[in-house]
């Protein structure tokens, strides 16, 4: 295979807490990995050279959340909340019945261009969720769409109670013939742990089955009011509880002492205009903090991570570094990556040159599309 040098990188975050920061440097991918970071103008010869003229390099961003596999539009829903009407889980079923509806080359051609935007907003790493089916048959499929994009999968047969339908039947099946569908197209298990849609009791119920075949467990933890879902979170060992916009404060302690990650999806509050994340309250105690787009055509229709960085920044006063740490680093901390979400010899080979002279710019510059140049495993994809 082919090397490629990336030389004059005037800023290169890291990621990598031993060496988070180097001025002037350069980076060698060989064979799809990092084989190399020094100093500018030192590094060894390889077959492609890139300049960067001084710009900024970082990891490619790790979006561990997002729902990406759906048909239909909710664009009106979203204007009747920005005049006034709250948001609820039942829009929900709105997309399950577009998704439905949907051929599976639908799906996948949906999908591909959502993910080729964000691959052009710097993502290079990305989750994707099941549950707008809700059908063993229509869960199966979803999955198996979004297996040809990713191997982060993640089975959310438990989004919503579809209509006409028994919750406890609808447990049942989510637990059962459900799961033995989607198992083995999934590699994550996900509950929406919410008051209208499952309790906490369920949660832990249908976690633990997911665990039992073999899955890896993440929440839909607190995003409209306080509830179990963290606790549960952290009880079963779960990789991350996501949104975490109402905690309690046995929630921050419960988390910080469980090492489960907190995933801040800040797209969420802005496109439901509610009250953002409590940022500094989850980084003073210690927890571990990602941040995702939680692309969805309800609560959040973006595939932007500079959109949540820039969020994060100006509406939850985490600090620029703090920000772009939570969109890879913290990403892959939430998916138990570590080959992604940090540059240092052996990671994936996943790198955005920014438009810019630092990170900084990200928020700083809100909207402005600086993302210049993606690569991901050694391979130019933007
Ligand atoms: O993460 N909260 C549950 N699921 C999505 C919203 C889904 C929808 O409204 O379609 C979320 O915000
Ligand atoms: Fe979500």
């Known amino acids: 295979m082919t090397s490629v040098l990336f030389d004059g990188i005037g800023l290169l975050y890291t990621g990598d807490p031993e060496a988070e920061e180097l001025t002037d440097a350069a980076l060698v991918a060989q064979d799809g990995l ?15 050279r890139v300049d960067a003229g001084g710009r900024c390099v970082i990891p490619g961003f790790v979006d561990s959340h997002a729902h990406l596999v759906f048909a239909g539009d909710r664009s009106a829903e979203f204007a009747a ?30 999908t591909a261009v959502l993910v080729a935007e964000m691959a052009a907003q710097g993502t290079t790493t990305v989750e994707i969720k099941s549950g707008y089916g809700l059908t063993v048959e229509d869960e199966r499929r979803a999955l198996r769409v979004a297996a040809d994009f990713t191997a982060e999968t993640t089975y959310l047969g438990a989004h919503v109670v579809p209509p006409d339908t028994d919750p406890d039947d609808y447990v049942r099946l989510v637990t059962g013939p459900m799961l033995d569908a989607c198992a083995p197209h999934a590699r994550w298990i996900d509950v929406f742990c919410e008051r209208g849609a499952f309790d906490g009791d369920q949660t832990r119920e249908i976690l633990s089955a997911g665990i039992a075949a073999g899955l890896g467990a993440r929440v839909h933890a607190g995003q409209l009011g306080e509830g179990p879902g963290v606790a549960v979170a952290c009880e079963l060992g779960a990789a991350s509880a996501d949104h975490c916009t109402h905690l309690s404060a046995a929630d921050v302690e419960a988390l910080a002492s469980s090492g489960v990650v907190a995933t801040l999806l800040p797209g969420a509050e802005f496109s439901t205009r509610s009250p953002y994340p409590d940022a500094r309250r989850l980084l003073g105690a210690g927890v571990t903090v990602a941040l995702a787009t939680d692309c969805n055509p309800g609560s959040s229709f973006t595939s932007s991570m500079p959109f949540c960085i820039a969020l994060a920044v ?63 495993a050694g391979q130019r994809i933007f």
């Open 314 to 376: 100006r509406e939850m006063r985490m600090t620029p570094l703090e920000a772009v740490r939570a969109a890879t680093y913290g990403g892959a901390r939430a998916l138990r990556r570590d080959d992604v979400g940090v540059l240092r010899p052996g990671a994936r080979a996943d790198l955005v040159m920014l438009d810019a002279s630092s990170y900084i710019h990200l928020a700083y510059r809100p909207g402005v599309p600086l993302v210049r140049q993606v690569w991901q």
């Open 34 to 48: 990092v084989a190399w970071i020094g100093p500018a103008g030192e590094a060894p010869d390889a077959d492609q």
């Open 81 to 110: 909340r920005m005049s006034g009407v709250p948001y609820s889980a039942g829009g929900i079923r709105t997309t399950v019945a577009a998704t439905r509806g949907a051929g599976a080359a639908e799906l996948t051609a949906r």
